[in-house]
Nanobody
C-alpha cells in the first residue's frame, strides 16, 4: 500500500510562484511514473506534468515553459515548481505515483488571483 502526502498549495497573485511537494511512503520500490493532475471547478481532471523513473518528463501544453516537475528518488518525493501563475491555473492539484497500480494524494488547493 502506498500513501502520498502533498504540501505547498495556497493563494498567490497572478505572475507569482508556488512549489508543490508530494512525498510517497509504503510500498514504493521500483516506482515508475510520478506526477500531477489538476481539477478546476466544473472541469475534468487533467494531466499537468509527469516524470518517469529515469527523469523523462511530459507536460500539458498549457503549462510548458512555466512549470517544472522533478523528483528525488531517495526521498520518494515529486515536486512541481510553478512559475508565472495565471488565474486559469486555479485548481485542486493531485499527485500520483504508479507502482503496480496508481495511488493518489489527497489534493492541495492552488488559487491564483488576478
Amino acid at each position: 500500500q502506498v500513501q502520498l502526502v502533498e504540501s505547498g498549495g495556497g493563494l498567490v497573485q497572478a505572475g507569482g510562484s508556488l512549489k508543490l511537494s508530494c512525498a510517497a511512503s509504503g510500498r514504493v520500490l521500483n516506482s515508475n511514473a510520478m506526477g500531477w493532475y489538476r481539477q478546476a471547478p466544473g472541469k475534468q481532471r487533467e494531466l499537468v506534468a509527469a516524470i518517469d523513473s529515469v527523469g523523462s518528463t511530459n507536460y500539458a501544453d498549457s503549462v510548458k515553459g512555466r512549470f517544472t516537475i522533478s523528483r528525488d528518488n531517495a526521498k520518494n518525493t515529486v515536486y512541481l515548481q510553478m512559475n508565472s501563475l495565471k488565474p486559469e491555473d486555479t485548481a485542486v492539484y493531485y499527485c500520483y505515483i504508479l507502482v503496480t497500480s496508481v495511488s493518489w494524494g489527497q489534493g492541495t488547493q492552488v488559487t491564483v488571483s488576478s
